[in-house]
């Protein structure tokens, strides 16, 4: 974290209180009780987790114990028998709910769909019945690559329903990422389309499975998902149109009740080295953060047409398009393509045509609409929305302020929720009837969570001191380990400071014990919200013929938070051309995907190191910011080097 940071973000002194009119009908609405319950949920936790997992949640049978906490090995609810599906369809069609609509969906072309929880429940017991003729069977894994359609809910409630673990890759990532998360979790199936709309062009996606399966041995079957109709290779004996599949499927499906520690999913999310990670998340524990904090956080009502514009395959798109609305019996509002097609206003448009009420989004995006200009706002009336929220990243001040204003017109309260793929749910965040919020603080902890702000010793800092940011205690949504690999799991969250979770994220606490998160402390960027790791990138340019070695790091960028600027040596005998610059970007496009393109290319006779030959990445980063090498360069091996590069001008 830079000093910069810190002193800016600390002149923000605004306060936001929930007005009367909010907290009235709010699910909290008052800071006390707020207070009386994060007490009772930290200091009896097992009392309260209790209690709330049998208010939130159906069971099938009733657990045993509440946690059994192994450091850093939890085990929540034992004992106790539910389904996931049946928390998100079944238990909503006894009354009302059963036809009020799930899911509306808008395609980018302007196609719209409202699929009822009765339809979405048929659907989900179809392709629940497919996936078991074709043998998939409980702890079994299946892909799932779509574009944001109401199938890929479909697909992972139907696995849900099962007991098989779904991991979601997406649809922006490319045949190499596909290739990498289906070997490295092993599935049997992988469920795809022949396309999705996207800024007007159609997204190929079979196209990169096609590629992908070509080095995936586990695959047995491809379920092919027809949106766009485009012509795709269908692969005889392998490959089977989604529609064809269902046509006979039958309707009945007795959902199974699985133990509470079932694998849900597996999401892979970029660490510091080179691997993606597999992060796990269990079924009631996962379930019940899920839900709960919908409840409190979105106040969810049933009159809501509640709106996350996050992908399907994100963790966000997880817990909040699918689980934690879905198992509050919300309406779900889900759109397929880009938020300037036909034109920038395009949000603002579905916000009124459907009559959203929450708007859930992330500090990257709303940057965009501001650059874009206010009066792509102003055509629209927004008048039905109540309440907004952001994640990702943390919050500018200034963005914050025009979301409250121009989106808001100062009377929604703004939701600033942080939380990771890890924590499964969120983890400090206001609760929108019960927490004044400040303008670029996620404010306080949600129930259950314990975060500090600890410097090396594991002390905590004064307020308004940085550090890096700890939980303290388990909670139910938190990742159990990562798939394959529970030495990784240990070493990556627990071994900062032993037996407390280290979430990577530098922070402060304010006087007020509000957390404002500065970002990222280890080699991870945030680029538009989404967690890239500078050694992916890097190891998909050394994959490169020309490239002897490279670096990534992060220049501030006012859209996306971080650019990406790549440091490359090239192997003797090549030209740093232009168009081997181009070449590289795409390479790594094909490698990753297309978020992952590097913004700026620096070819470079040598890489600053030490002289243990570690790349001192803080020099360069420096560098591609801009900026004087402030720090401490005394540890450099050959200042040659530096002076290279420093006058290497782009
Ligand atoms: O650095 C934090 C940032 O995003 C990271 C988690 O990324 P990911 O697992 O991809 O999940 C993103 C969606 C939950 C965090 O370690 N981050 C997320 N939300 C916020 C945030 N930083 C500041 N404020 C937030 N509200």
């Known amino acids: 974290m830079t000093d910069q940071t810190i002193t800016s973000v600390s002149r923000e002194s605004r306060v936001f209180k929930p007005s009367t009119q909010f907290k009235s009908q709010a699910n909290l609405g008052s800071f006390a009780s707020y207070q009386r319950l994060y007490r009772e949920s930290v200091n009896a936790p097992e009392r309260f987790w209790g209690r709330e997992a049998k208010k939130f949640l159906a069971w099938r049978k009733s657990f045993g114990s509440v946690l059994k906490w192994k450091a850093p090995h939890a085990k929540w609810f034992s004992g106790g028998r539910l389904n996931v ?211 409190y956080v979105f106040d969810l009502k049933e009159s809501d047409v509640y709106w996350c514009t996050a992908d399907i395959g994100w963790v966000t798109g997880h817990s909040y398009v699918v689980y934690g609305p879905l198992s509050c019996g919300a309406t779900v509002l889900m759109y397929e393509g880009a938020p300037n097609q036909p034109e920038p206003d395009r949000f603002w448009q579905i916000i009124d045509r459907h009559g959203v009420t929450i708007f859930y989004t992330a500090p990257t995006a709303i940057r965009s609409f501001m650059r874009w200009g206010d009066d792509y706002v102003k055509r629209h009336s927004l008048r039905s929305l109540r309440l907004l929220g952001t994640v990702g990243e943390p919050i500018n001040p200034e963005a914050w302020m025009w979301y409250h204003e121009l989106i808001g017109k100062k009377r929604c309260p703004i939701v600033d929720t942080w939380w990771q793929t890890e924590t499964g749910c969120m983890m400090v965040t206001p609760i929108p009837g019960a927490v004044p919020t400040k303008p670029g603080s996620c404010t306080l902890p949600f129930f259950g969570v314990v975060p500090k702000v600890l410097d090396e010793q594991g002390t905590e800092v004064p307020p308004n001191a940085g550090g890096k940011l700890f939980l303290m205690q388990p909670w139910p949504s938190m990742l159990r380990t990562l798939w394959g690999d529970d030495a990784r799991y240990k070493q990556q969250y627990w071994s900062e400071l032993p037996g407390l979770y280290f979430c990577g994220d530098g922070a402060r606490k304010d006087k007020d014990g509000y957390l404002w998160v500065v970002g990222r402390i280890d080699d991870v960027l945030n680029v538009s919200g989404h967690r890239i790791g500078t050694a992916e990138v890097e190891s998909a340019l050394v994959s490169h013929p020309s490239v002897a070695e490279a670096a990534a790091v992060g220049r501030p960028d006012e859209i996306k938070g971080s650019a990406l600027v790549c440091f490359v040596t090239l192997k003797t005998g090549q030209a740093p051309t232009d168009e081997l610059k181009e070449a590289l970007r795409n390479h790594v496009g094909k490698e990753i995907g297309s978020l992952a393109k590097p913004d700026s290319i620096r070819f470079a006779a040598g890489l600053p190191k030490t002289r243990s030959g570690k790349i001192m990445r803080r020099i360069l980063k420096e560098l591609a910011g801009g900026g004087e090498i402030k720090g401490d360069t005394t540890t450099l091996e050959d200042f040659s080097v530096l002076a290279a590069l420093k006058s290497d001008d782009e």
């Open 85 to 295: 599906a049946e928390n998100c369809l079944d238990r909503h069609l006894a009354g009302p709910r059963a036809n009020k609509a799930a899911i509306i969906f808008e395609g980018e072309p302007g196609d719209v769909r409202t699929i009822t929880y009765a339809q979405l429940h048929r659907e989900v017991c179809k392709f629940a019945n497919v996936l078991d003729s074709l043998g998939l069977k409980k702890g079994d894994r299946a892909a799932i690559y779509l574009p944001m359609v109401p199938e890929a809910a479909v697909a992972m409630l139907a696995c849900a329903r099962l007991g098989v673990i779904h991991t979601v890759i997406f649809g922006g990532f490319s045949s190499e990422a596909i290739k990498d998360r289906v070997n490295d979790c092993q599935a049997k199936l992988v469920i795809t389309a022949d396309g999705g709309f996207r800024r007007g062009k159609i997204v190929e996606l079979k196209p990169n499975v096609d590629r992908a399966l070509s080095a995936t041995p586990t695959v047995e079957h491809v379920i092919v998902l027809k949106r766009t109709g485009n012509e795709v290779a269908m692969a005889e004996g392998r490959d089977r149109w989604w529609h064809d599949v269902m046509a006979t499927a039958s309707t009945q499906h007795k959902a199974k009740a699985h133990e509470s520690e079932t694998p849900l999913f597996i999401l892979y999310t970029s660490g510091s080295t080179g691997k993606p990670k597999g992060v796990l998340h269990t079924t009631a524990g996962y379930l019940l953060g899920v839900t709960m904090s919908a409840h």
